[in-house]
């Protein structure tokens, strides 16, 4: 009977200019829950509200919520059998097609990149809670560097410092929901609101709980799918975990029901509590970040001190999502550079197997938040938004896609399913579901655009640039290097870092 040989953790190899596993069990979980929870919950989550009312904004994020179940299960089989750095750029280059693999890879590096900027510019715009008359640029060069620094030391040292930046967000989350749940009932902060901020009407007369109905709700599911974005990365950091085969099934079924009820808690607490017609809750996710949503329900429960307070927590959480993105970006540029698909450069490592020149170019593609101070209204910021959540989806509906191809290929080869350390459940329903909603969001959250009085190109062309972006990639590449659609029966399952022994 055959068995797996368990990988070694990083004091046990030598060094060969590869990636080294010293993340730990608590490091993964950690990694996922700090990718995720961002601005997209802290600053983004009032937006939602005020565009589809408390309903819309519930049903959005159960939706998504079902969609990152469906692609956390299909990531899991995967990543527990194949645990490689380039995750679905790797399964997308196995199973599907390279060309594929290829756009899926700089796609998700794109994503990534972008993603820090956008942490950096909400980062610096927090600042200006306390200093009003700072210079936002120098704030963003100075969290960059403190955001390298977390990544130049080490895997393990990133690691290390994402499990307390993400502690911090789990523990403000907690007391935000109990405290939420102690106002609903009138036990704290006043007299209970009851079921009253539900049945309002917003200026136009659309009374609640759900406003504009389907087309509100599909109009929110960037803006929540955004929020969701970084759960992938437990199949990303796949490649530096020790024993991969035991921790990555159970990173996958731990964090995904935490962030789930975290973000449902959290949605239903400020629909309960924060009127969704409030001028406030409009503002929050621009250049006013006192109006965060859990600042105002904090404010609102009597704590004098919660503005400063929740501010001083949305900075470590725009930090951690920031520390995230710059991990997953340079590791998907490492992972592609070994497979030919980026310069050889990118995938070089330090003695303490660091891909640094990935690091570097990350670095300097993130500079561009700094360009956040010479825009006015937030309008860098909500690019940025933008970018990096519909290049998050497509990453998502390749996930989808892999996952698909991976487990027709295992049946086709004769393998059987009882050999998996972990399998996903609703096949193929939960991938197909996965395929639909992703399309769904790339090509439909954004159609508020043309219904727009003025058609506005800057909005259009951030919205949706990266469609034609991922075809160019596709294509490009596939006509160069000619490449075909995987056959079933020739998709690879092997991995270097695993031997068959009787």
């Not at 809670?129 to 210079?135: D, E, I, K, R, V």
């Not at 920031?322 to 050889?344: D, V």
């Not at 058609?455 to 290097?481: C, E, H, Q, R």
Request: charged fraction near 15%.
């Amino acid at each position: 009977m055959s068995t797996k040989v368990e990988i070694k953790t990083e004091n046990e190899v030598e060094h060969h200019g590869e990636l080294k596993r010293s993340l730990q069990a608590r490091h993964l979980n950690m990694i996922a829950i700090g990718g995720a929870i961002g601005t997209g919950l802290f600053l983004l989550s009032g937006g939602t509200i005020s565009k589809a009312g408390p309903g819309g904004a519930i049903v959005a994020y159960c939706v998504m919520g079902i969609l990152v179940y469906f692609l956390m299960t299909s990531l899991g089989e995967m990543a527990t059998l194949l645990p490689v750095s380039g995750s679905f750029e790797t399964y997308a280059t196995r199973f599907v097609d390279p060309a594929f693999g290829f756009a899926l890879g700089w796609n998700y590096w794109f994503c990534w990149a972008t993603c820090v900027a956008c942490e950096l510019v909400a980062g610096s715009i927090i600042i200006k809670f306390w200093l009003p008359s700072t210079n936002a640029t120098l704030w963003s060069i100075l969290f960059l560097v403190v955001l390298f620094i977390l990544n130049l030391t080490s895997a393990r040292a990133y690691g290390e410092g994402e499990y307390w930046f993400s502690s911090i967000k789990v523990i403000t989350i907690i007391a935000f929901i109990i405290v939420g749940t102690l106002m609903i009932f009138g036990i704290m902060g006043g007299h209970s609101p009851g079921f009253s901020n539900f049945t309002l009407s917003d200026v136009n007369g659309n009374k609640g709980p759900f406003i504009g109905g389907i087309f509100g709700m599909v109009n929110v599911f960037l803006l929540a799918g955004f929020s969701f974005s970084g759960t992938e990365l437990v199949g990303l950091a796949a490649g530096e975990c020790e024993n991969p085969q035991v921790n990555v099934p159970k990173a996958i079924k731990m964090v995904f029901w935490r962030i789930l009820l975290f973000y449902l808690g959290a949605i239903i607490v400020i629909g309960f509590l924060v009127p969704f017609n409030d001028p406030n809750l409009l503002k929050s996710g621009t250049d006013q970040i006192a109006f965060s949503p859990f600042t105002m329900v904090f404010e609102r429960s009597g704590l004098a001190f919660a503005a400063s307070l929740m501010n001083a927590v949305i900075l470590t959480a725009v930090l951690s999502a920031g520390n995230s993105g710059l991990y997953a970006s340079s590791r998907m540029l490492y992972s592609m550079a070994k497979e030919g698909k980026a310069p050889k450069l990118f995938g070089k490592v330090n003695k303490r197997g660091v891909p640094m020149n990935a690091l570097y170019l990350t670095t300097l593609v993130a500079c561009s938040a700094f360009f956040a101070s010479l825009v006015g209204d937030g309008k860098i910021y909500y690019a940025l938004v933008n970018i990096s959540g519909i290049t998050a989806f497509f990453a998502w509906l390749g996930i989808a896609i892999c996952h698909y191809r991976f487990r027709k290929a295992y049946i086709a080869q004769g393998r059987k399913l009882e050999d998996l350390k972990y399998r996903a459940k609703w096949f193929p329903f939960g991938p197909i579901m996965a395929m639909i909603l992703c399309t769904i969001v790339i090509f439909g959250s954004n159609i508020w655009i043309f219904q727009e009085p003025k058609f506005d190109w800057f909005s259009f062309i951030t919205n949706y640039m990266t469609i034609p972006l991922f075809a160019i990639f596709y294509f490009g590449y596939k006509f160069i290097k000619k490449t075909k659609i995987v056959p079933l029966m020739e998709c690879d399952f092997e991995h270097k870092e695993y031997q068959e022994t009787e």
